[in-house]
């Protein structure tokens, strides 16, 4: 199947959810009162599905594989905030666990899609030698 708009990409659809669920989990009264932490995973959460969209609208393999790699940090930073939230009671761990889960699987098929971007480049520039 050929891509042609970002919303055929799964780790786009994938981020748009987790993206829901991290809203919808730091709505929720304790969390809700702490604003700095509240919209710092927010926005660390936002930024994922960003730069995946950013990165594929450049139209460039290796700007691509740029803001993938940013894509993939920020999925980071909301796995850390996830503990921080545990850790201080805001979350359950039954939360924690299905979110980290599918915030793990959303990273490693990030990065599986970079390895397979960076193969593409790098068989063009074979070839083209």
């Not at 748009?16 to 304790?30: A, F, G, V």
């Not at 926005?43 to 995946?52: D, F, G, K, L, Q």
């Not at 990165?55 to 740029?66: A, L, S, T, V, W």
């Not at 009671?89 to 960076?118: A, C, H, P, R, V």
């Amino acid at each position: 199947m050929k891509i042609t708009q970002f919303e055929d990409l799964d780790v786009w659809r994938l981020s748009l959810k987790i993206t829901r669920d991290i809203y919808d989990l730091s709505s929720k009264k304790e969390f809700n009162r702490d604003f700095g932490l509240r919209d710092q995973i927010r926005r660390a959460v936002v930024s994922v599905s960003s730069n995946i969209v950013e990165g594929f609208e450049k139209n460039n393999n290796n700007e691509f594989i740029r803001f993938l790699k940013i894509a993939k940090g920020f999925a980071g930073e909301v796995r850390n905030q996830l503990y921080i939230s545990l850790s201080i009671g805001y979350i359950t761990q039954t939360d924690f666990d299905k979110l980290n889960e599918t915030i793990i699987n959303l990273s490693n098929q990030i990065g599986k899609f970079i390895t397979y971007l960076d193969l593409k480049r790098k068989d063009k520039q074979f070839i083209t030698r």
